[in-house]
């Protein structure tokens, strides 16, 4: 056999080789329903905003995989088609100041930064926005290491309490139990009593970071009903972990049911922790 002829057959098995390599991790993720949804521990439905969190995701993943694959390949590209031959000596030719290229390689990467941006800030934009007439206002209070939900509007409180920690594992029924009713724009207004927490149901695709003498916002409308984890994403001290919630989305006889049972009052500054001399003064 030529050399010629062995070079030819040992490219066209490799060619086959990646191909068929291709065709079965494609096949392993067209399988996967968790891939479909980028790995995100939701799924389409669960909140207003859930659907187009995951296509954002998603789509990002494409974009950035496309632009990955493609520089890659450059790079072998250049390694494998200007590797040094036999009875080739000293350094190649060097191309310094090319300046198309240098332009072409400054714009490219401009312009993919500002088409990521644009879409995220516009998804952003879109979730941050505050409702002008939330149907129902929850003042959720996080403390080392439990939360307080108020419901504003129905003057009702539910207080968590304390974890313990005893070496068994918290039963999730002991867990403080966050009512949503479905369908219905919920503000949820978050502080903190004493320490930074962060907000975090991973199943809405939102979290936020909840400061001492300082109120953020968050406004989901959840859409499927079910009970979710949620949990404390900032670390707050000795039993951070033991920081969990549960969030119960249900229709609104039930939600309404639920209010009747906790204690008409609310849980305010009052409690925070007297220890913010700086704010306090
Ligand atoms: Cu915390």
Known sequence: MSSQNQTGSRRARSVKITGLALIGALGLTGCSEAAKYGWLPS??????????IIQLWVNSWIAALAIGVLTWGLII????????????????????????????????????????????????????????????????????????FNYVKANKYDAGMQAHLD???????????LYLPVDQTVELRLN?????????????????DMFPGKTNYVTVTPTREGTFDGKCAELCGEYHSEMLFRVKVVDQAEFEQHLSTLESGYLGDEYDRDSYPQEKE
């Open 192 to 208: 903190s009593r004493d320490v930074i927490h962060s907000f975090w149901v991973p199943a809405f695709l939102q979290k936020r």
């Open 43 to 52: 799924t389409p439905g669960t909140t207003t905003d859930s659907d187009e």
């Open 167 to 177: 070496g068994e594992e918290g039963a999730a029924e002991t867990l403080p139990t």
């Open 77 to 148: 590209w250049c390694i494998v088609a200007y590797r040094r031959r036999r009875n080739e000596t000293g350094f190649p030719r060097q191309i310094t100041y090319n300046l198309p290229l240098e332009i072409l390689y400054v714009t490219i990467p401009i312009f993919m930064v500002m088409v990521f941006f644009y879409f995220t800030d516009t998804e952003q934009r879109q979730i941050t926005d505050r409702a002008d007439n939330p149907d129902v206002i929850i003042d959720v209070r996080g403390k080392q290491w439990s939360w307080d």
